[in-house]
């Protein structure tokens, strides 16, 4: 009679999922908090086994307005691209841009009429750019149109939006599909030709760098406004800034598109990690 078949790496992986599926099914049922930030409204599991969070966030600078519901996929029992991902959750990234949008919301935010966030997520910080626009006068009208890729974050981030829309009437709210190559190379057109103020959170990182400066430079209008925050250290932050000032540098393979930049540079922090926050206004020609 044979022994008991020898353990893989695989049967490893499950035994580490089948202790986390665990300890997350027990906060939802305790309502025990799993993140240090938002406030947890409501948690439930899915058919397919996907963990789906929703929190209340104050973004708006007046007492009393409408807080922002997120719904968050920070857990699924099988792959799903987007689910329990980098676009499934809330980032500190994403509050530190927040913070930013919330003491600088006269300047960036007064004269914008369309504002993009790209590699949005779950949308906060595009979504939190709403919320301080309801607040500006003329608000009505403006348009705020959050972007990402992944079917699973796309549905999520849908969600987020209609979810919102109600709390900020007047406003456009719209999500849409962007893949950032498809944009650059003319493949697919973006669902804006112009705006006044891009903005994304922890979009910069392995090798993407140019991407996301060249992107800046198709989509932003002459004295439009970007802002980025990007953790410390990452790959390319250096490159970026380049970019954006004029200076492509020797190994760029993509002509610099349109006016350059002043781009401002600032450090901070979140929940103990160490953040950079470029904030570039375009040259008006």
């Known amino acids: 009679m044979s022994g008991p078949a020898a353990r ?3 049967d490893e992986e499950f035994d580490e999922a089948d202790v986390i599926l665990a300890d997350l099914r027990r906060k939802t049922e305790t309502g025990e908090s799993d993140l240090p930030w938002g406030d947890c409204v409501d948690r439930t599991w899915s058919a397919d086994g996907a963990l789906r969070v929703t929190r209340e966030y104050s973004a ?3 007492p009393g307005a409408p807080r922002l519901l997120i719904r968050e996929l920070p857990y699924s029992a099988h792959p799903c691209s987007g689910v329990g991902g980098t676009g499934g959750v809330v980032w500190p990234g994403a509050l530190v841009l927040c913070e930013l949008l919330r003491e ?3 300047e ?7 504002m993009l966030e790209i590699g949005a997520g779950c949308g906060l910080a595009g979504l939190c750019a709403a919320s301080l626009f309801a607040e500006l006068p003329a608000a009505s009208g403006r348009r705020v149109i959050l972007t990402d890729g992944p079917e699973a974050v796309m549905e999520n981030l849908q969600h987020n939006v209609e979810a919102n829309s109600v709390r900020l009437p007047g406003l456009r709210l719209e999500a849409a599909r962007l893949t950032w190559e498809e944009l650059l190379d003319g493949t697919t057109p973006p669902p804006v030709e ?3 103020f891009l903005v994304g959170s922890d979009v ?3 090798g993407r760098a140019p991407l996301v400066a060249n992107v800046a430079r198709r989509l932003v209008k002459p004295l439009g406004w970007v802002a980025i925050s990007a953790q410390e250290g990452r790959e390319g932050l250096g490159e970026f800034e380049a970019n954006l000032r004029g200076d492509a540098g020797p190994a760029s393979t993509q002509p610099l598109v349109g006016p350059d930049f002043d781009v401002e540079v600032r450090h901070t922090s979140c929940e103990g990690e160490a953040f950079v926050l470029f904030i570039c206004h375009r040259h008006q020609k």
């Open 8 to 10: 893989t790496p695989e």
């Open 60 to 62: 708006s600078l007046q």
């Open 104 to 106: 600088r919301r006269d």
């Open 108 to 114: 960036l935010l007064a004269d914008a009429q369309v």
């Open 194 to 196: 112009e705006v006044d």
């Open 204 to 206: 910069i990182w392995g």
